[in-house]
């Protein structure tokens, strides 16, 4: 158990810290996406920040308020409902009247998949968009088998999936949350409904074609169902959730973080475990070897199951398709993106030049070797340029309350399509032009609820020495993808998973957090009368 503590500890104040930093900059700092992924810099004026700390000390006491009424289960049932339906029918409505088409790597996938849907496989034979990013193919075979399934080719479907995805998304929270928590404490439960439904750049990317919110979808019910096994110790819950993790990898690679994750935790419940059985005298020497070797094996089974399908489909696509594996941009040219200080987009962000630049080499991946080295390098003997870059990095990813949305919504639409009216042309020009003249309010709406997700969740960390194993995988899940995105190739979108799944941990003990900040005001209050007291005495 003293093993257990330590690394529960460790992640615990590196938690602590980083998100700490995030609500520094997102008082501090504010960045915005605009045409061609452009990012633009400035300070947030003392006005905002003044604004921004109002209204979350009224959320907080209105939630605070909200707690104290009295709801039946059954009522808390439908009006969740009745929310969730909303929540679907105003994703739909706003992909029906978006309409948005796939492109750059969207359109890839989405053209691929239709290819393999229609039987024209052979079409994709040494194509240069999967030589170079391989790991696609697994998301364009779950696409073709959808588009098999519902009998048509139409982007919309895939857009329809991802409305119902994020339902689902909301829902999942909803139930890690009561998990976690204090199944008495209605706040918590609300706050997560409220956050979730309140995080509108999730809803707004439901537009976007890519394998990402999907993928998150199924990491967050797997994430579920682990909890479940620990607590219940019932073995079918930890063989769902590796099904889930491997249909989430299988969507979307980048979800190995929340994999890598949960093998942790596996393995902090199993030490938790062998410390238990070790000081039971029921069980005997055999009995407690044998009952050690199962946990251990049952771990190495999450493994293989979320892992080997992708595995062995990409590796079958990859012979299929007659892939060369010489021709696959490196993992060091991702890196050299999420380095990089010379692109125009944002510190870190993707830059086209080092792309023709490869392949102008012939694909040498030793230019790209080298580049990095001569970054790293180059922060290293200039330290306060290091820190002033990834300071900007971090901003731009995680302080950047739209996630893209709003950038991938304007001006992404086939205007050529066949039967597209002149009606839907100006309604989707008008469109664009309702997001970018509205797009400081939606900003500041958003950063109100990264600041409340932000805040909440430095306090749960600060306030509770001990966090639970389930709460620790979710502060982990939070760090894999900040330790991961501040080296890799950079954009706001790719964080939006690890912000979500901050979303239970800011919830659970709001109630609490709340009065506590209640008796520091308090304490405050009191100080400042008794001081008033005794400087009316002294002048008497």
């Given at each position: 158990?003293?093993?257990?503590?330590?690394?529960?500890k460790i992640i615990k104040i590196i938690g602590?810290?980083?998100?700490?930093?995030?609500?520094?900059?997102?008082?501090?700092?504010?960045?915005?996406?605009?045409?061609?992924?452009?990012?633009?810099?400035?300070?947030?004026?003392?006005?905002?920040?003044?604004?921004?700390?109002?209204?979350?000390?009224?959320?907080?006491?209105?939630?605070?308020?909200?707690?104290?009424?009295?709801?039946?289960?059954?009522?808390?049932?439908?009006?969740?409902?009745?929310?969730?339906?909303?929540?679907?029918?105003?994703?739909?409505?706003?992909?029906?009247?978006?309409?948005?088409?796939?492109?750059?790597?969207?359109?890839?996938?989405?053209?691929?998949?239709?290819?393999?849907?229609?039987?024209?496989?052979?079409?994709?034979?040494?194509?240069?968009?999967?030589?170079?990013?391989?790991?696609?193919?697994?998301?364009?075979?779950?696409?073709?088998?959808?588009?098999?399934?519902?009998?048509?080719?139409?982007?919309?479907?895939?857009?329809?999936?991802?409305?119902?995805?994020?339902?689902?998304?909301?829902?999942?929270?909803?139930?890690?949350?009561?998990?976690?928590?204090?199944?008495?404490?209605?706040?918590?439960?609300?706050?997560?409904?409220?956050?979730?439904?309140?995080?509108i750049p999730l809803s707004m990317i439901s537009?976007?074609?890519?394998?990402?919110?999907?993928?998150?979808?199924?990491?967050?019910?797997?994430?579920?169902?682990?909890?479940?096994?620990?607590?219940?110790?019932?073995?079918?819950?930890?063989?769902?959730?590796?099904?889930?993790?491997?249909?989430?990898?299988?969507?979307?690679?980048?979800?190995?973080?929340?994999?890598?994750?949960?093998?942790?935790?596996?393995?902090?419940?199993?030490?938790?475990?062998?410390?238990?059985?070790?000081?039971?005298?029921?069980?005997?020497?055999?009995?407690?070897?044998?009952?050690?070797?199962?946990?251990?094996?049952?771990?190495?089974?999450?493994?293989?199951?979320?892992?080997?399908?992708?595995?062995?489909?990409?590796?079958?696509?990859?012979?299929?398709?007659?892939?060369?594996?010489?021709?696959?941009?490196?993992?060091?040219?991702?890196?050299?993106?999420?380095?990089?200080?010379?692109?125009?987009?944002?510190?870190?962000?993707?830059?086209?030049?080092?792309?023709?630049?490869?392949?102008?080499?012939?694909?040498?991946?030793?230019?790209?070797?080298?580049?990095?080295?001569?970054?790293?390098?180059?922060?290293?003997?200039?330290?306060?340029?290091?820190?002033?870059?990834?300071?900007?990095?971090?901003?731009?990813?995680?302080?950047?309350?739209?996630?893209?949305?709003?950038?991938?919504?304007?001006?992404?639409?086939?205007?050529?399509?066949?039967?597209?009216?002149?009606?839907?042309?100006?309604?989707?020009?008008?469109?664009?032009?309702?997001?970018?003249?509205?797009?400081?309010?939606?900003?500041?709406?958003?950063?109100?609820?990264?600041?409340?997700?932000?805040?909440?969740?430095?306090?749960?960390?600060?306030r509770n020495k001990d966090l639970s194993n389930?709460?620790?995988?979710?502060?982990?899940?939070?760090?894999?993808?900040?330790?991961?995105?501040?080296?890799?190739?950079?954009?706001?979108?790719?964080?939006?998973?690890?912000?979500?799944?901050?979303?239970?941990?800011?919830?659970?003990?709001?109630?609490?957090?709340?009065?506590?900040?209640?008796?520091?005001?308090?304490?405050?209050?009191?100080?400042?009368?008794?001081?008033?007291?005794?400087?009316?005495?002294?002048?008497?």
């Amino acid at each position: 158990m003293k093993v257990n503590r330590v690394i529960n500890k460790i992640i615990k104040i590196i938690g602590l810290i980083c998100i700490f930093i995030l609500v520094i900059l997102i008082y501090c700092d504010n960045a915005k996406i605009w045409y061609g992924e452009y990012l633009e810099f400035s300070k947030n004026n003392i006005f905002v920040i003044l604004l921004l700390i109002t209204i979350f000390f009224t959320i907080l006491l209105l939630m605070d308020k909200i707690n104290d009424i009295k709801i039946s289960k059954k009522n808390k049932i439908i009006f969740f409902s009745i929310l969730l339906i909303f929540y679907l029918i105003g994703q739909i409505i706003w992909i029906n009247v978006r309409r948005s088409y796939p492109i750059y790597d969207q359109y890839e996938v989405y053209n691929d998949a239709k290819l393999i849907a229609n039987g024209n496989i052979d079409k994709l034979i040494k194509n240069e968009y999967l030589q170079m990013y391989p790991h696609q193919t697994t998301l364009i075979i779950f696409y073709s088998i959808i588009f098999k399934v519902c009998g048509t080719t139409n982007v919309v479907i895939l857009q329809y999936i991802n409305a119902i995805a994020n339902t689902f998304t909301i829902i999942g929270l909803y139930l890690i949350a009561k998990l976690i928590s204090d199944k008495k404490n209605t706040l918590n439960t609300f706050t997560v409904i409220c956050l979730s439904l309140a995080f509108i750049p999730l809803s707004m990317i439901s537009t976007f074609v890519y394998g990402d919110l999907l993928g998150l979808a199924f990491s967050i019910y797997s994430i579920y169902f682990i909890i479940k096994y620990s607590k219940l110790r019932k073995v079918r819950y930890l063989f769902i959730s590796a099904i889930l993790m491997s249909l989430s990898y299988f969507c979307r690679m980048n979800m190995l973080i929340f994999f890598i994750a949960l093998v942790i935790y596996l393995c902090l419940d199993c030490i938790k475990f062998i410390s238990f059985i070790k000081e039971n005298i029921d069980y005997t020497r055999k009995s407690k070897f044998l009952k050690t070797l199962f946990k251990i094996v049952l771990i190495f089974l999450f493994i293989c199951i979320s892992i080997i399908p992708t595995s062995i489909v990409k590796g079958y696509m990859e012979v299929t398709l007659q892939l060369d594996a010489s021709e696959k941009f490196p993992t060091i040219g991702h890196i050299n993106h999420g380095i990089s200080n010379e692109g125009y987009r944002g510190p870190g962000w993707y830059v086209d030049e080092y792309i023709d630049e490869w392949k102008e080499n012939g694909h040498n991946n030793e230019v790209l070797k080298q580049r990095a080295i001569n970054f790293f390098s180059e922060y290293i003997h200039n330290p306060k340029e290091g820190l002033n870059f990834f300071k900007n990095k971090i901003l731009s990813m995680w302080v950047e309350p739209t996630f893209e949305c709003i950038w991938l919504n304007t001006g992404f639409m086939d205007l050529n399509l066949e039967n597209i009216t002149n009606k839907e042309i100006l309604t989707y020009k008008d469109l664009n032009n309702f997001l970018l003249d509205n797009y400081n309010f939606f900003i500041i709406f958003e950063k109100i609820i990264l600041i409340i997700i932000y805040t909440l969740v430095c306090i749960f960390i600060f306030r509770n020495k001990d966090l639970s194993n389930e709460q620790i995988l979710l502060i982990l899940i939070f760090l894999g993808g900040f330790a991961f995105q501040l080296f890799w190739e950079g954009k706001s979108r790719y964080v939006l998973p690890y912000v979500i799944i901050l979303i239970p941990i800011a919830s659970i003990g709001v109630k609490e957090n709340i009065q506590w900040i209640k008796d520091i005001i308090n304490k405050i209050n009191k100080k400042l009368y008794i001081s008033n007291k005794n400087c009316c005495k002294m002048k008497k």
